[in-house]
Structures are given as C-alpha cells and as structure tokens.
C-alpha cells in the first residue's frame, strides 16, 4: 500500500511561483515512478509532469515545458513539483500519483496507467 499527500497548494499572482510536494509512505520512491495531474471544473484529469522510477527520465505537458520541474528526494521519499511563470490557466486541483508498473526508465502518461493517487492540492492563479 502506499500513501500519497500533497501539500503546498495556494493562491497566488499571475508570474509567480509555487512548489507542490508530495510526501510518500509505504514504499521507497524507488519503486514506482510518480506524475502530477491536474483538474479544473468541466474538464478531464490531464498529466502535467512525471518522473520515471530511476529518477532519470522526466516528462512534461507542452504547456508547463521551460515553466514546471519535477523533482524528488529520496531520503526524504518526497516529489516536488516547482511551478514558475504561473499562468491564470495553471488554476486547477493538482493531484499526485504512483505507477508500480511502468518500466524504470519510463513515465506514463495516461491517468489510468497510475496505481495510487493523493487527495490534492488546489493551485488558484489570479490575473
């Protein structure tokens, strides 16, 4: 079993920045690999970002390319996800999950592809 929580979410101007972070428990980072989505009302679950189980490989939506950066720390066994450049359609409930099944040096990007998912974390950008 593992267990997801996200933490960091907020309000803040258009151009500024945040950091979401996702604290895992249960397993070692090492044993999946992690992506955040997110949800804004009336639309789908998108993929933002991810980070394969090896640490090495990392994807990103177009829209957050050169803005988002996933990163994590395994002492910590904790995902981040630096947001900069924040635009007014950045608004959204952002949600961590965990892959077990992916292959180490890939990152899916398909929501249903993913085994375990936190509660999210609102992110309001103001124009």
């Known amino acids: 079993q593992v267990q997801l929580v996200e933490s960091g979410g907020g309000l803040v101007q258009a151009g500024g920045s945040l950091r979401l972070s996702c604290a895992a428990s249960?397993?070692?980072?090492?044993?999946?690999?992690m992506g955040w989505f997110r949800q804004s009302p009336g639309k789908e679950r998108e993929f933002v970002a991810g980070?394969?189980?090896?640490?090495?490989?990392?994807s990103y939506t177009d829209s957050v390319k050169g803005r988002f950066t996933i990163s994590e720390d395994n002492a910590k066994n904790t995902v981040y996800l630096q947001m900069n450049s924040l635009k007014p359609e950045d608004t959204a409930v952002y949600y961590c999950a965990a892959d077990l099944r992916v292959s180490p040096q890939m990152v899916s990007t398909t929501s249903s592809r993913y085994d375990y998912w936190g509660q999210g974390a609102q992110v309001t950008v103001s124009s």
């Open positions: 249960g397993r070692s980072l090492s044993s999946y690999a």
């Open positions: 980070i394969s189980r090896s640490g090495t490989s990392t």
